[in-house]
């Protein structure tokens, strides 16, 4: 499984397409998260905490859009990796985590096999039209 470099097509699709999902949820989570704070009283970190959570939808956002070029895959873990850390502040996220980390990675191995598919039919076909 690919931590850095570049996807085929079909992969880089699906793994942007992810990666915009996962930006949604994690606004909200930003959204929880200063409520959160400011029902603990807390509501000079609750806005600095709606930042963080805005920042990292962000980079999920920008992983998706960099996703056809060599950055776009290690900021894609990235995020996955900093969604997990962000159960820390709540719980709740270690769901958030695994789904969309699963969703990742199965998109991530699949993607490269329909790639790899669909190269190999476009081989077979240059090659029968010679």
Do not use: C, H, N
Request: positive net charge.
């Amino acid at each position: 499984m690919p931590l850095v470099g570049t996807t085929g097509k079909f992969t880089y699709r699906l793994l942007a397409v992810a990666l915009v999902g996962q930006a949604v949820v994690l606004s909200f989570f930003a959204l929880v998260v200063r409520a959160l704070a400011i029902a603990d009283d807390r509501a000079a970190d609750g806005g600095r905490l709606l930042w963080v959570g805005l920042g990292l939808a962000a980079l999920a956002v920008v992983a998706a859009g960099l996703m056809r070029g060599p950055v776009g895959l290690p900021l894609g873990w990235l995020v996955q990796v900093l969604t997990w850390a962000s159960a820390l502040l709540v719980p709740a996220m270690v769901g958030v985590a695994v789904v969309f980390t699963a969703l990742w990675v199965l998109l991530l191995v699949q993607g490269t096999r329909v790639d790899a598919l669909s190269a190999r039919r476009a081989a077979e076909g240059a090659a029968a039209a010679e």
